[in-house]
């Protein structure tokens, strides 16, 4: 296991990240969503991970806001995408200067809309191949891990109790 693995684990036990199964893409609620990500379209990006940080602290998040955590090792901006059922949200950015790993706990995406209610999130790595601090959904390509999976976490979020 090399040193970013072991980074990512520490992370996510330091920071008491919980991970749910998201229930197949089945929200409470219904979003008009076209978006999909495709892994054969992916790039390897310096980000082996994200995870989902604090959510069931009701002070840590918000009705329009999620926090992710990740570990990252790339000179690149990094764009996490927060989606439902194709329907993109919003987008947290990362950005770095330089060759050296950051370890994030806690990236605010904030959301273009207010949830009240449960949905299951999912929150995709993108590379800003473009470097605009941007989503492009036609020029950034979805991160990939070694093993050639998504850079992904999907969690089932019950916004209600952050109102």
């Known amino acids: 296991m090399g040193k970013l693995e072991l980074s990512l684990i520490t992370l996510v036990i330091i920071s008491g990240c919980i991970f749910l199964p998201a229930n197949d893409g089945q929200s409470s609620k219904q979003f008009d969503g076209n978006y999909s990500v495709n ?33 990252a090792n790339s000179s690149n901006s ?24 950051i370890n994030q706990d806690g990236l ?39 093993n050639g999976e998504l850079v992904q976490a999907d969690m089932k979020v019950d916004f209600s109790k952050y109102n």
């Open 39 to 71: 892994t054969s379209d992916g790039i390897r990006c310096g980000v082996e991970g994200v995870s989902f940080v604090r959510p069931e602290s009701a002070n840590a998040w918000d009705n329009d806001e999620i926090l992710v955590g990740y570990v």
């Open 78 to 101: 990094t764009l996490f995408v927060a989606m439902i059922n194709g329907s993109i949200l919003g987008v947290g950015i990362q950005n770095s200067s330089g060759n050296e790993e």
């Open 108 to 146: 605010k995406i904030k959301l273009d809309k207010e949830l009240n209610s449960e949905y299951n999130i999912r929150v995709v790595a993108f590379r800003d191949s473009n470097q605009n601090y941007k989503f492009d959904q036609n020029k950034d390509l979805p991160c990939i891990k070694e």
